[in-house]
Antibody, heavy 127, light 105 residues
Framework: EVQVVESGGALVQPGGSLRLSCAASGFTSSDVYIDWVRQAPGKGLEWIGSTRNKVESYITEYAASVKGRFTISRDESKNSVYLQMNSLKAEDTAVYYC??????????????????WGQGTLVTVSS | EIVLTQSPGTLSLSPGQRATLSCRAS???????LAWYQQKPGQAPRLLIYHASNRAAGIPDRFSGSGSGTDFSLTISGLEPEDFAVYYCQQYGKTFGQGTKLEIK
């Protein structure tokens, strides 16, 4: 079964850092696009970043709201993807989902829908 | 950047009824690159429809998607109790609609 599972969510103070993990099972994560989507309490879905597959050199892309603060990386040996979050703000409080991007990435930008999704991990930024 | 507007914000219906949810794009979406997701409280989103009208694996045939260009719809024929949830449309890539809450009347 193709599955992704997030972990690492926690309570962190403003200005702090946190690393989320996304472990893949049932497939080789380096073969696929992985995206991160977050959902603030009671709000809708916000795409925050993606990493392309190995063939496309793991190119990353970020939403303006997190660019320069968040970094996506991979560890092939662990079949996992990571979201490093620095300089956290209260508005980063959300459930963070990793998901597999299905589609392709032309020069104009990735055109993916998302399936499957992990169960999510909660990040709370508060003093 | 394309903006997706979903309507209505909340839809109140009874089990057995037919639900029609709308997703309107601010610009034409090419190649029918539109997906629909269902999200129940405390759960992750689940893919229902991709390419505007293709059901994802394991999705019951009471769910159907239609539309092209700027106007898309998700129809649920014969609502089951488990269908009451929030539904999001997505233009492939980064843009989601704000969601429609389908609640029991």
């Amino acid at each position: 079964e193709v599955q992704v599972v997030e972990s690492g969510g926690a309570l962190v103070q403003p200005g702090g850092s946190l690393r989320l993990s996304c472990a893949a099972s049932g497939f080789t994560s380096s073969d696929v696009y992985i995206d991160w989507v977050r959902q603030a309490p009671g709000k809708g879905l916000e795409w925050i970043g993606s990493t392309r597959n190995k063939v496309e050199s793991y190119i990353t892309e970020y939403a303006a709201s997190v660019k320069g603060r968040f970094t996506i990386s991979r560890d092939e040996s662990k079949n996992s993807v990571y979201l490093q979050m620095n300089s956290l703000k209260a508005e980063d409080t959300a459930v963070y989902y990793c998901t597999v991007g299905r589609g392709h990435c032309p020069t104009s930008g990735c055109q993916n829908y998302f399936d499957p999704w992990g169960q999510g991990t909660l990040v709370t930024v508060s003093s | 950047e394309i903006v997706l507007t979903q309507s209505p914000g909340t839809l109140s219906l009874s089990p057995g009824q037919r639900a029609t949810l709308s997703c309107r794009a601010s610009q034409s979406i090419t190649n029918n690159h539109l997906a629909w997701y269902q999200q129940k409280p405390g759960q992750a989103p689940r893919l229902l429809i991709y390419h505007a009208s293709n059901r994802a694996a394991g999705i019951p045939d009471r769910f159907s998607g239609s539309g092209s260009g700027t106007d898309f719809s998700l129809t649920i024929s014969g609502l089951e109790p488990e269908d009451f949830a929030v539904y999001y449309c997505q233009q492939y890539g980064k843009t989601f609609g704000q969601g429609t809450k389908l609640e029991i009347k």
